[in-house]
């Protein structure tokens, strides 16, 4: 881990909340790291430092589990961005969403911005199912060549079947558009100049990749104006150098600014 004097300060704080087991944290992995893993639940959070062009973007993972929910407003603290996301296989997940973890953004800064994500697309949507094939890692391949028996070339390819979709979809794109409607009530936006549902509800899938890098690269585009005002609030606010304030030998000057 780098020293913390030579770690890039975030320019803004995106945060991931959400009922355990929905994917957030498979869904940074994702991202990040351009690949898909099991992984094991969240305890507590966990800090990721993203460079996103000239600027560095500081992205919160958060546990889902009852008994970390009284860190996520201490996480959400000043966040640009917030990422709600819920599994779409999971109706439950969905409501957890508004019942529990919307009162957390409570601290999050006033223009701040909400995405809704349903991830785990590739359970129930034939289109997020077949980005397996550019999107499966080193490791699954190889499990894939030594699991799969050969077919005889004389054979011909078996034709493509919809039997991979092994869940039943509970949560629709209607549904994650309603509550978004209720978030900006519930923050008192208005919606005709609030950024309108269809660019804010996506639907994803952690482990084939689909619209992950879509989510994350549109929601750093929304929050650029948030970037460029906050660099201008420090370049425009005065420092003193201390330096500058004590004479030689650490000793005050008569004249300096300090004595």
Known sequence: ???????????????IL???NVG?????????????????????GAF?????????????????????????????????????TYDVTNWQSLAELEERFLSLTDTA???CIYAIVGNKADLTDPKAHLATAGAMDDHAKSEEERTEPEIPSSCPTPPASPTFLSAVKQVSRDDAVAL????????????????????ICFETSAKTGYNVDLLFEKLFDLVLPSILR????????????LEECSGVNGKRSKASCCA
């Open 1 to 15: 881990m780098p020293e913390m004097s030579k770690m890039k300060k975030p320019d803004v704080k995106v945060v």
């Open 18 to 20: 959400g009922d355990m």
């Open 24 to 44: 957030k944290t498979s869904l940074l992995h994702r991202y990040t790291e351009r690949k898909f893993k099991d992984t094991i639940s969240t305890v507590g």
């Open 48 to 84: 990721y430092l993203k460079q996103w062009g000239p600027y560095n973007i500081s992205i919160w993972d958060t546990a889902g589990r009852e008994q970390f929910h009284g860190l996520g407003s201490m996480y959400c603290r000043g966040a640009a961005a917030i990422i709600l």
């Open 109 to 111: 800064n006033h223009d």
């Open 180 to 199: 978004y409607a209720r978030i900006l009530r519930y923050k008192g936006l208005d919606e005709k100049t609030s950024l309108p549902a269809e660019k």
């Open 230 to 241: 906050k660099r201008n609030e420090n370049h425009g606010s005065p420092t003193v150098n």
